[in-house]
């Protein structure tokens, strides 16, 4: 790390995106397990669907969503710009380039929410597919992201 700020400082710059992006990667399994319900809400027989909709699941598919629409986006910017402020370069690789692309198909996947309330089902299917794509580049990012952690502590550890 070639920044001269005290270790608690490079520490907590540092470990800030992960820490977002694990809490990211838990909120986006509990908004499938929400949108499942959403759509087993509107499939269910009428004296089911009474009981679901008391849940209000499309309420907080929806608001969970934005949650994490908005810590998606500020994350991701919250990590290239800790990768600047402690390296003063970006490194363009694999996580980098995913990572952004997993930016954009966040807010694909929210674009398609007013038509999805409207009754649409293609933007249903366009939702799904993107959120799909994303829950698989969540789990590469967790590979790469992990190496990244590791490679950061040596780091530390070497400079301490």
Not at 50 to 58: A, R, T
Not at 64 to 84: E, F
Not at 113 to 123: D, R, S, T, V
Request: proline letters at 3%.
């Amino acid at each position: 790390m070639n920044s001269d700020a005290p270790l608690w400082l490079k520490s907590f710059i540092a470990f800030t995106h992960p820490v977002l992006m694990v809490g990211t990667v838990f909120g986006g399994l509990y908004a499938l397990y929400l949108g499942t319900l959403v759509r087993r809400t509107r499939t269910a027989d009428p004296d089911v669907r009474k009981q679901l909709i008391k849940g209000k699941f499309n309420q907080k598919h929806f608001q969970l969503g934005s949650i994490l629409l908005a810590v998606w986006v500020l994350g991701g910017l919250g990590g290239i710009a800790a990768t600047y402020l402690l390296y003063h370069k970006l490194f363009v690789n694999p996580h980098l380039i995913v990572g952004m692309s997993s930016i954009g198909l966040a807010a694909l996947a929210a674009m398609f929410a007013p038509l999805m309330q409207q009754g649409k089902e293609w933007a249903r299917i366009a939702h799904i597919t993107c959120t799909g794509f994303l829950i698989c580049a969540v789990f590469y990012q967790s590979f790469t992201g992990l190496k990244i952690v590791q490679k950061m502590v040596q780091e530390m550890f070497r400079f301490a």
